[in-house]
């Protein structure tokens, strides 16, 4: 896995919590309707300037009809979107300053891949060298510079997907919006693409709205990641808090991997920990809600992989103690994910680094073992 | 290379006999130094000589060439035009009606056609000349230009004019600049249909050509009527060459074509 970027910059960037703030992009209660399928249903959320803002979803959610919205090949069947305040719905996609890259890349066929990118240059009557100029840097910025006099036929899918982002950022368009722009990189390529289109954000302060399945991806570049389902963004917040603070099961199992326990809460102790009875005479696993929840609520459990512990001996003054046997074991080079069956039948997943060569480790298959995690490790989930 | 079978053999000796043997015929008959048409009296060419020296024969095929390629020309406009709009329109009013009309010229029996085009000119006055045959071949053909651009229309992947419109076209612009030279093949080969419908129409324009112009197709038949003339034989002969020439330069070019994209494909995967 790649590195993590560094997540805490000196000056926290969240506009979205400053009330002064004014939003470059506004969605009212915008409402997309295809015959009688509804694609967006009543969504309302704000993007504000020099943001990167993922979209995460199954397909089919309706990122990409969102998308289009904002390009202006889609009207809202209800609702208005705003962009620096004025409601765009009449603006035609040509005057709007937006850049699409297509999901279906749609490049233009008969030119070439220099032509390809010089297309929108050309369209604003800029003079000749400073076209080629551009065309030259958005050619060595996706490493295709030996491919510039192909046509998109001549090349590979990987290929294509590069021409149609540099195509999109030729214009340095106030917002852009990328529609699975790394989809078909190999992992050395995207991470490293990745870390262009945070530098080329950074530096022309341009506005992303980026579609991704690849939820490190969203991790990795994203200031708010908004987690979509049938046309309604479930959770909205940054990364770290998305996957750390899941408001609801579908958040919590659709980013990442997670342990999921279904229970009946009852309060603990004054310091607003929970008892949750997940099963007949097993002991309750004690949890920490971020709202107080009241008696009897049914609620879920979620903790995620890396922060249940494993070991051989039996954890001594701990919490949350469970015994089970090894059943599977994933290994994933820096990582392995044990799964660990308990006598219920339930179970678990245990993720733990691989600092020793395999080997010379500690757990293998059918191996008795113990789990546990801190109270504080999980989340108490009542929707 | 595989060899056929016997029964491949016989069908396809059968196929291109009943294909080409006319032809054949007419072709052997046109140098023929009979006036009879049908007696073999030796090889000459005097008929071709005939041929070039007979105005009215080349005033008709005067006319017909510039009746083809005016009304295939402005067929290929607006047949593109109205193929454009049924595909791309979305769903404004009428549109089923519109687009079943554009077809019917298909289906409807040319002396129809040609018949409701005369009672228009009468009607209006026009003096039938190249004017009224122009005008009528544009009507009939038009609606196949615009059968071929429409089926290219509809498998072309709309995103690309969008991709267009979003990196500041306008509507126009994007049509001239990225869906015309798409869909050129398919205009191309809507403007030959034209053409060739255009030339060897007879029904249509003999109701629509006056005493001032001729077509060769109206030419042919009433010499023919009179009796075949080897002349005819060279005439046809002629024409024949032609079009073989023109089909041969046609696949030539787009075997060129091929050949040269594999050519570009194959250096391109060596760099
Ligand atoms: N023009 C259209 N007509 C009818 N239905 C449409 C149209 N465009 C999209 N839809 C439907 O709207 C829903 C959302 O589509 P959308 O393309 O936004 O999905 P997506 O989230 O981008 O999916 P993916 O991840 O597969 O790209 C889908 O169920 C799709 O079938
Ligand atoms: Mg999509």
Redesign the pocket.
Known sequence: MSDPAPTSRPDVFAPWNDPNQRPLIQFQNVTKR??D?T?IDDLTVDIYAREFFALL?P???????LMRMLAGFETPTEGYILLDGQDIGPVPPNKRAVNMMF?SYALFPHLTVAENIAFGLKRDNLPKDQIAARVDEMLRLVQLQKFAARKPHQISGGQRQRVALARSLAKAPKLLLLDEPLGALDKKLRTDTQFELMEIQEKTGTTFVI?THDQEEAMTVASRVAVMDHGKMIQVDTPDRIYETPKSVYVADFIGDVNLVEGVATSHQKDGKVQIHWAEGKEPIIGTPMQPIADGTRCTFAIRPEKVHISKEHPEGKTNIMQGKIIDIAYLGNLSTYHVQIPTGEIFKAQSANTRRIERRKFTWEDNVWLWWSETAGVVLTE | MRRLTWFNTVSLTIGFAFLYIPMLILIIFSFNESKLVTVWAGFSTKWYGELIRNEAFLDAAWVTLRVAVLSSTVATVLGTMAAYVMVRGGRFFGRTLFSGMIYAPLVMPEVITGLSLLLLFIAIGLDRGIITIVLAHTTFSMCYVSVVVSSRLVSFDRSVEEAALDLGCTPFQAFRLVTLPIILPAVASGWLLAFTLSLDDLVIASFTAGPSATTLPIKIFSSVRLGVSPEINALSTIMIAIVAVGVIVASLMSKNAIARQAREEKAAAQT
């Open positions: 295809f015959g399928f694609a979803g397909s089919g959610c309706g990122k990409t009809t999901q579609v």
